[in-house]
Nanobody, 122 residues
Framework: QVQLVESGGGSVQAGGSLRLSCAAS?????MGWFRQAPGKEREGVAY???????SYANSVKGRFTVSQDNAKNTLFLQMNSLKPEDTAMYYC???????????????????WGQGTQVNVSS
């Protein structure tokens, strides 16, 4: 499995910004960001393919940007205009080495980081 370590979480006020990073032991075709709020199911936030194709959940479109540094095996999530409803544990995830497609379906990802907490206050 791919080893993933997230960082960059914290507490901000609504309207603020945070940048999450995910250091990966290797890159697979599809890397994604997910989040899970207390009492809710884990949900997809954004993904990026090795070729740079991106996709976002409707709730974060226009506010969040996923990017990658392939040379450093690092994934980023720039989060702007944060809202209290963005409060959650954020996870970096990777599909398997053999995967050739990408989506925001939680069940398709096989490697997960430990998560980084994001708290947005009103």
């Amino acid at each position: 499995q791919v080893q993933l370590v997230e960082s960059g979480g914290g507490s901000v006020q609504a309207g603020g910004s945070l940048r999450l990073s995910c250091a990966a032991s290797e890159y697979t075709y599809c890397m994604g960001w997910f989040r899970q709020a207390p009492g809710k199911e884990r949900e997809g936030v954004a993904y990026i393919t090795r070729g740079g194709t991106t996709s976002y959940a409707n709730s974060v479109k226009g506010r969040f940007t996923v990017s990658q540094d392939n040379a450093k095996n690092t994934l980023f999530l720039q989060m702007n205009s944060l809202k209290p409803e963005d409060t959650a544990m954020y996870y970096c995830a990777a599909r398997s080495r053999s995967a050739t497609s990408c989506s925001l379906l939680v069940g398709l990802f096989v490697s997960w980081g430990q998560g980084t907490q994001v708290n947005v206050s009103s």
